[in-house]
């Protein structure tokens, strides 16, 4: 007989003896009291000595392991998109204007230098009238202004406000010559770019195929040029000691610091990408303005990048630029030794002083989960 046959066995005996003990004149004995509670004894003693069942602490477990592994999901995913401040010194940038801006104000020359001119309007000089010059060559020409030094009178080069289309690709770099810069646009085939200088005093006026002329303008006058392609690529020199910058606040998007070397050898092509960077901070908005300083020609992509230029400005052969924006997929270095710079949602939480409301709401559940468990195991 086992435990539960017995217990029913002492409640039948039990049942029993009340039905006896409530009929008129029937008595219990001392013996079948006794015999029922020595059963009873049997019963409780048993029970005390058996082994108490394991607890089951799989629950706890599970609520370990989740509360682990949204941890790690939190360090190893990293935000899509970032707010990002950049202070960099370039040799070249490139970039693609978001929408139609004047990307430069006045900028004084010293000496300018323009390839590929399907048209040349050239003002009145002397005895000369105004005059269009039109290339037959789909190549165009090409065309070299310059300042002459004139006791008698200052000469002025200066190229006037550019405006240029949406989508119009832009890149800026230092050539190997002092104060020189080369500056390509390319826009889409619809569009159209004029050039446009005033001149004012003695200028060297060279264009292909031509002799070289000086002509002496007493006053200001225009001279415009328009490309023969869809490109337009020109030089800008500088005047000794002049600091001179873009139209800030340019709305910019796709920005690159690198440029293409190629060696060609006996048999083969040989290709690498150098950095532009020479020097510069990035500040990580998102982070609390989080600095990571770039060393020279060190490696700096983005995925994507829009914003603006706050300044691009053109001294010491370098491009400086301060740009404002949101990028992805952030990064620095080459190939094997890139460093991802995307915030993970572990950073991102606490620079928002919310990974704090993360921790207490993940431990409340915790505890929470767990009080019910150890009620329901006590309702059992």
Request: charged letters at 20%; proline letters at 4%.
């Amino acid at each position: 007989m086992n435990t539960q046959q017995l217990r029913k066995h002492i409640q039948e005996e039990a049942r029993k003896l009340s039905e006896q003990a409530i009929l008129p004149g029937a008595t219990v004995s001392e013996r079948q009291m006794a015999k029922l509670e020595h059963l009873s004894r049997l019963i409780a003693i048993y029970e005390q000595n058996q082994p108490k069942p394991g607890r089951v602490r799989w629950p706890v477990i599970i609520i370990l392991l989740l509360t682990l592994l949204g941890v790690s999901v939190l360090l190893s995913f990293r935000i899509a998109s970032t707010e990002i401040e950049a202070d960099l010194t370039l040799s070249e940038l490139q970039f693609t204007v978001a929408k139609p801006t004047v990307l430069t104000d006045a900028l004084v020359l010293s000496t300018l230098g323009v390839s590929a001119l399907k048209d040349i309007q050239l003002p009145r000089v002397q005895t000369l009238s105004a005059r269009t010059l039109q290339a037959d060559e789909e190549r165009g020409f090409a065309l070299r202004l310059a300042t002459v030094r004139d006791e008698t009178q200052e000469s002025t080069l200066t190229l006037t406000a550019l405006l240029v289309p949406a989508n119009t690709l832009v890149k800026i770099g230092a050539t190997d010559l002092p104060n020189q810069y080369r500056v390509f646009l390319g826009v889409q085939e619809n569009a159209e770019l004029t050039l446009q200088v005033s001149v004012k005093g003695t200028i060297e006026v060279a264009i292909s195929g031509m002799p070289v002329e000086r002509y002496t303008y007493t006053f200001p006058q225009a001279i415009q040029m328009k490309p023969a392609t869809s490109q337009l690529s020109f030089d800008i020199t500088l005047p000794e000691g002049v600091q001179t910058a873009f139209s800030p606040y340019l709305p910019v998007r796709n920005l690159a610091f690198v440029k293409i070397d190629q060696f060609m050898g006996t048999s083969d092509t040989y290709i690498r990408r150098i950095s532009t960077v020479l020097s510069g901070v990035l500040y990580l908005i998102e982070l609390n303005n989080k600095e990571h300083q770039l060393l020279t020609r060190e490696g700096l992509e983005f995925g994507e990048s829009e914003g603006v230029i706050r300044l691009l400005q053109l001294a010491q052969d370098q491009v400086k630029l301060q740009f404002h924006g949101n990028v992805q997929d952030l990064s620095t270095g080459w190939e094997a030794s890139r460093r991802d710079l995307m915030p993970n949602y572990l950073e991102w939480l606490s620079a928002r002083h919310t990974i704090a409301v993360w921790w207490s709401s993940t431990l409340s559940a915790f505890f929470l989960l767990l009080g019910v468990w150890r009620w329901w195991r006590k309702a059992e």
